[in-house]
């Protein structure tokens, strides 16, 4: 298991590595992360959804993604409330006291899904979440050091020099420890080292002479992981455009999700992908992309409160294009209805009105994985629905796309320029991604997506085995076994 000094060390990143490594090496590996909180989330083939990074590392293990891989996902809907989805299905909503109460009643879901991959594997590798020495969260614990004791599972420990205070947070986190959950850490590594290595050699002799865990390895900063999808929105740098025949500009919502949508247009060398932040106008652009969200009113909402509902007006009247994705599909219609009260108070809000269509939110969640073709012009594509609501109206009498077994999907504005869609990952597909480039008259890459990933993948499997002692970790694995 993988644990962190705290969050955002590059836990998900090392886990994902070492899948690909131990795969590589001929075991039947599994990704695990007993509770992830992110709105970033993946279709799995069983019908339900986990984690994206998870189905990230369940990528680089060479096997299709599971709702046991992400027992608990927490999904942010407010500051302090979340969707709460037990092995792939949406349970309840909480706000974190209440969720912390709940914690005991999940830890038996979570050691079921555990035993499971268990039984399919020759390892397990486990990601832990947030910080192993939150002593204030460890009653019921089900995520970092209770979960480890539960099932007996050993523990590398993961600190991230470039943040600073590498040596004391690591040294730290052994003090705050219980005894028996610090037996459990077997070793440490350093992450994201830049610079010469030798000068922090001393650093790693000082660690383990406090801690009395061993060295298992000094990771230098990997580039090449900015070709992999995020797994949290707070990675998500803003972009200036620079360059690319099609420029587009994307709001970062405050609740935005499925994010990983925007990053294959995004590495497309024609293409000028503009993340704008909140306090900044959107800039002049062909097109506006609404991205996915998880409360759809309050981002709405948060939308207008930037003025960015005025942008894209004035963006249309100079001839430019508009697409919202799921729920900045909804964003689009002119009302959005949520009688039941799913996001906050019950109601209903006025939308953008850029298409003839409402949505009313419903309980019931559609998730799958879906392929079909976009009928402007015949391109193929495969991706996933995630979304709760039905969207009915005219303009959906023009759908955007139709699936393989004849449902259609979206909707089309009457001259065109502002389209929508319930599907994720439309432009993963090389296919679909390489006729929106030829609708704005620029060029495609011709590259694999796909192929793309799974070389950084190889790559850094490659950088792990050449910074990491491997034998000494198989020891530790086998030490556990």
Same mark, same amino acid.
């Given at each position: @298991?993988?644990?962190?000094?705290?969050?955002?060390?590059?836990?998900?990143?090392?886990?994902?590595?070492?899948?690909?490594? %131990?795969?590589?090496?001929?075991?039947?590996?599994?990704?695990?992360?007993?509770?992830?909180?992110?709105?970033?989330?993946?279709?799995?083939?069983?019908?339900?959804?986990?984690?994206?990074?998870?189905?990230?590392?369940?990528?680089?293990?060479?096997?299709?993604?599971?709702?046991?891989?992400?027992?608990?996902?927490?999904?942010?809907?407010? +500051?302090?409330?979340?969707?709460?989805?037990?092995?792939?299905?949406?349970?309840?909503?909480?706000?974190? /006291?209440?969720?912390?109460?709940?914690?005991?009643?999940?830890?038996?879901?979570?050691? +079921?899904?555990?035993?499971?991959?268990?039984?399919?594997?020759?390892?397990?590798?486990?990601?832990?979440?947030?910080?192993?020495?939150?002593?204030?969260?460890?009653? #019921?614990?089900?995520?970092? @050091?209770?979960?480890?004791?539960?099932?007996?599972?050993?523990?590398?420990?993961?600190?991230?020099?470039?943040?600073?205070?590498?040596?004391?947070?690591?040294?730290?986190?052994?003090?705050?420890?219980?005894?028996?959950?610090?037996?459990?850490?077997?070793?440490?590594?350093?992450?994201?080292?830049?610079?010469?290595?030798?000068?922090?050699?001393?650093? @790693?002799?000082?660690?383990?002479?406090?801690?009395?865990?061993?060295?298992?390895?000094?990771?230098?900063?990997?580039?090449?992981?900015?070709?992999?999808?995020?797994?949290?929105?707070? !990675?998500?740098?803003?972009?200036?455009?620079?360059?690319?025949?099609?420029?587009?500009?994307?709001?970062?919502?405050?609740?935005?999700?499925?994010?990983? =949508?925007?990053?294959?247009?995004?590495?497309?060398?024609?293409?000028?992908?503009?993340?704008?932040?909140?306090?900044?106008?959107?800039?002049?652009? !062909?097109?506006?992309?609404?991205?996915?969200?998880?409360?759809?009113?309050?981002?709405?909402?948060?939308? /207008?409160?930037?003025?960015?509902?005025?942008?894209?007006?004035?963006?249309?009247?100079?001839?430019?294009?508009?697409?919202?994705?799921?729920?900045?599909?909804?964003?689009?219609?002119?009302?959005?209805?949520?009688?039941?009260?799913?996001?906050?108070?019950?109601?209903?809000?006025?939308?953008?009105?850029?298409?003839?269509?409402?949505?009313?939110?419903?309980?019931?969640?559609?998730?799958?994985?879906?392929?079909?073709?976009?009928?402007?012009?015949?391109?193929?594509?495969?991706?996933?629905? @995630?979304?709760?609501?039905?969207?009915?109206?005219?303009?959906?009498?023009?759908?955007?796309?139709? %699936?393989? #077994?004849?449902?259609?999907?979206?909707?089309?504005?009457?001259?065109? /320029?502002?389209?929508?869609?319930?599907?994720?990952?439309?432009?993963?597909? #090389? !296919?679909?991604?390489?006729?929106?480039?030829?609708? %704005?008259?620029?060029?495609?890459?011709?590259?694999?997506?796909?192929?793309?990933?799974?070389?950084?993948?190889?790559?850094?499997?490659?950088?792990?085995? !050449?910074?990491? =002692?491997?034998?000494?970790?198989?020891?530790?694995?086998?030490?556990?076994?």
């Amino acid at each position: @298991m993988f644990q962190g000094t705290g969050s955002n060390v590059g836990k998900s990143l090392l886990v994902a590595g070492f899948c690909r490594l %131990f795969a590589n090496r001929g075991l039947r590996v599994r990704p695990f992360k007993p509770q992830n909180m992110s709105n970033n989330a993946a279709v799995t083939d069983d019908g339900g959804e986990i984690g994206r990074a998870q189905a990230l590392q369940a990528l680089a293990a060479r096997v299709a993604p599971s709702v046991h891989m992400n027992p608990v996902l927490l999904k942010p809907q407010s +500051e302090t409330g979340a969707q709460l989805v037990v092995q792939g299905r949406v349970r309840a909503n909480a706000n974190a /006291r209440a969720y912390q109460a709940m914690k005991r009643d999940l830890l038996p879901c979570v050691v +079921e899904s555990f035993r499971h991959l268990a039984g399919e594997s020759d390892l397990v590798l486990v990601e832990g979440a947030g910080s192993a020495s939150e002593i204030n969260l460890r009653a #019921d614990d089900i995520a970092n @050091m209770g979960f480890a004791r539960a099932t007996g599972t050993k523990v590398v420990l993961v600190g991230d020099i470039d943040r600073g205070g590498v040596i004391a947070s690591l040294v730290g986190t052994k003090s705050v420890l219980d005894p028996e959950d610090s037996a459990l850490i077997g070793g440490f590594i350093v992450n994201r080292m830049r610079g010469d290595p030798t000068l922090f050699a001393a650093g @790693m002799t000082a660690i383990a002479d406090r801690t009395g865990w061993a060295a298992l390895g000094l990771v230098p900063h990997f580039p090449a992981a900015a070709r992999l999808p995020a797994e949290d929105a707070l !990675d998500l740098a803003a972009t200036a455009p620079s360059g690319g025949k099609l420029r587009v500009a994307v709001p970062l919502l405050p609740r935005i999700a499925n994010f990983d =949508d925007l990053d294959p247009l995004a590495a497309e060398p024609d293409v000028a992908l503009h993340r704008v932040p909140p306090g900044r106008a959107l800039p002049d652009c !062909d097109l506006v992309i609404l991205p996915g969200s998880k409360s759809t009113i309050a981002d709405l909402a948060a939308l /207008r409160a930037e003025g960015w509902d005025i942008d894209i007006a004035t963006h249309l009247r100079r001839g430019g294009r508009v697409l919202g994705l799921c729920g900045g599909y909804q964003m689009l219609g002119r009302t959005i209805a949520d009688p039941l009260g799913l996001e906050g108070p019950a109601g209903e809000v006025p939308g953008l009105g850029l298409l003839d269509i409402a949505t009313t939110l419903r309980p019931a969640k559609h998730l799958g994985m879906v392929t079909g073709q976009s009928l402007a012009d015949g391109a193929a594509f495969a991706g996933y629905e @995630m979304h709760m609501g039905e969207t009915t109206g005219p303009d959906t009498a023009r759908p955007l796309l139709r %699936f393989t #077994d004849g449902r259609a999907d979206g909707a089309v504005s009457s001259d065109g /320029r502002v389209t929508g869609t319930y599907v994720h990952g439309l432009f993963a597909h #090389d !296919d679909q991604r390489a006729a929106l480039l030829r609708r %704005f008259g620029a060029a495609s890459s011709g590259l694999s997506h796909h192929a793309s990933v799974d070389s950084v993948l190889n790559l850094l499997a490659t950088h792990l085995e !050449d910074h990491v =002692d491997i034998a000494a970790m198989e020891r530790l694995i086998q030490s556990a076994a």
